[in-house]
């Protein structure tokens, strides 16, 4: 074949393999379809108001986060942690102690490279979750500190001025008396007895509930003589009890009670309580301790990373963790449950609604705190075995079985020995 004649054919040739490549038929590809979200579970022992209230948070956290979902899922705080817990404050001894349940939240925060800027964290609300070098092993959410309610209109009825609250236990005694002869069927009560009467009448009175061996303590002579002033209250029927946790809440916001020492965040509930015209003042003290009035603790639900999970997972919930330091969202929580902002940038911007709303029930908390409420560690009420024999004891002085010194003594003695009987709940008490 003549050369120039093969060169011919050779677009011939290139026409005939391209029309059969393109003959071939493509292969069909899939359609790729959008990942599905990473879900994680909250686990909480709210009751339904606080939940719906949670629920309306953790909407919108999942709508500005497309790649991850938090959903709440009500716990009976047995069995394995979820990704997220949040943790009341009678448990908080039993998670820390239960290393392997849980992750750190600042090693959660890291390998996440979620950024997280612990120091931002006030001082005053580290109590419990942080470990001995102190960083932060869990978020303290929703920590308050005890303050004094009062009804003003029963303080008028009463002839107190209502716009001088008492400042001491002498001062509750004194208008207690008055509220009685008025009328008042119930004229001072109290929730969270071992949270308010041990950890933070000791605390402002500068009295350890523990000894520097690590042994419980609270039975020194001011506790012992607190705890008779009360009982002699309740003989004489200055003072009402209800309950263990916050019974009496519901007491005073329905007009029953005129004072109650409870936690500040209870606010939310009272402000709007009809009957009654709210006042607010510090947590009573003696003012014969030496040295002086010290400061009320901070102490509340925490929020708890389980352990055995993803890193997609683990991913999502350091992203909600961010959302929920934030100023904005910490601003939220407080108008929502009254509780102390964990930022001094949160605190900030909050000064503002405080304002607005006329309401000084934070003002008074950050004072009664004095910057200093995580300063003495150990709280009686945080470890669960514990606080339910002081509870029994306080019980049997209310009922006049038992004397205030003899309880004490014998609650130390239960206490001890429950924890001796417990090395790794002992181990993680910060004593």
Known sequence: MRPSFRLALIPLALCFSLSAFAAKPK??????????????????????????????????????????????????????PGVLNIVRRTDVAQAAANKQAFRPLFTVMAEAKEPFAANLVAPDLRAGVTDPKGKLVALPLAYSTPVLFYNKAAFRKAGLDPDRPPLTWEDVQAASFKLLTAGMSCAYTTSWPVWVHIDNVSALSGVPVASPKGDLA???????????????????????????????????????????????????DFRDARGVELGVAPLPHYDDIYGGRQHTLADGPSLWIGGGYKAAEYKVAARFVSFLVSPQTQVQLAQIYGHLPLTQAARVALKAEVLRDRDQTLDVAYASMKGNGATHPLRISTIEPVRIILDEELEAVWADKQTAKGALDAAVTRGNAVLNAKPALKKALPF
Not at 30 to 59: M, N, S, W, Y
Request: charge should be positive.
């Open 27 to 80: 292969k069909a590809t899939k359609p790729v379809e959008p990942a599905q979200p990473v879900e994680i579970d909250l686990q909480h022992q709210f009751g339904e108001a606080a939940t719906a209230e949670l629920q309306k948070l953790v909407d919108r956290f999942n709508a500005d986060n497309k790649n991850g979902k938090v959903v709440l899922n009500r716990s009976a705080g047995v069995g394995k």
């Open 218 to 268: 609270f039975n020194a002579l001011p506790q012992v003589k607190h705890v008779a002033k009360l009982a002699s209250w309740a003989k004489s029927g200055y003072f009402t009890t209800f309950g263990r946790r916050n019974e009496a809440d519901h007491q005073f916001k329905e007009g029953r009670c005129a004072m109650i020492t409870t936690d500040a965040w209870a606010h939310t």
